[in-house]
């Protein structure tokens, strides 16, 4: 069975930082995309961004200059490094990924809670 534990949430002032990490464990035979989600209070999940297995990136318009994703194959973990954080910013933050056991399937975590206040 597959696990995604995230971890580094927390509540952190207008312009602070956070770094979000997110463990993949189980019986995992690949990993294709990995990437983070979120949804604030009344909104839709939104994707906040992506990371393939080749390193390559995306990211929401909203986070672009102030987030980046990362991810680290060897430890089947993904992170996020969010910097001038905004009250806007505020959510639950889910990670994804798309991993391939018997077959390839989305799996999540259970979410962290990321508050921007003063």
């Known amino acids: 069975q597959v696990q995604l534990v995230e971890s580094g949430g927390g509540v952190v002032q207008p312009g602070g930082s956070l770094r979000l990490s997110c463990a993949a464990s189980?019986?995992?035979?690949?990993?294709?995309?990995m990437g983070w989600y979120r949804q604030a209070p009344g909104k839709q999940r939104e994707l906040v961004a992506v990371?393939?297995?080749?390193?390559?990136?995306d990211y929401v318009d909203s986070v672009k200059g102030r987030f980046t994703i990362s991810r680290d194959n060897a430890k089947n973990t993904v992170y996020l490094q969010m910097n001038s954080l905004k009250p806007e910013d505020t959510a639950v933050y889910y990670c994804h990924a798309r991993i391939t056991v018997w077959s390839i399937r989305d799996y999540w975590g259970q979410g962290t809670q990321v508050t921007v206040s003063s």
């Open positions: 990371i393939s297995s080749g390193g390559s990136t």
């Open positions: 189980g019986s995992i035979f690949s990993i294709n995309d």
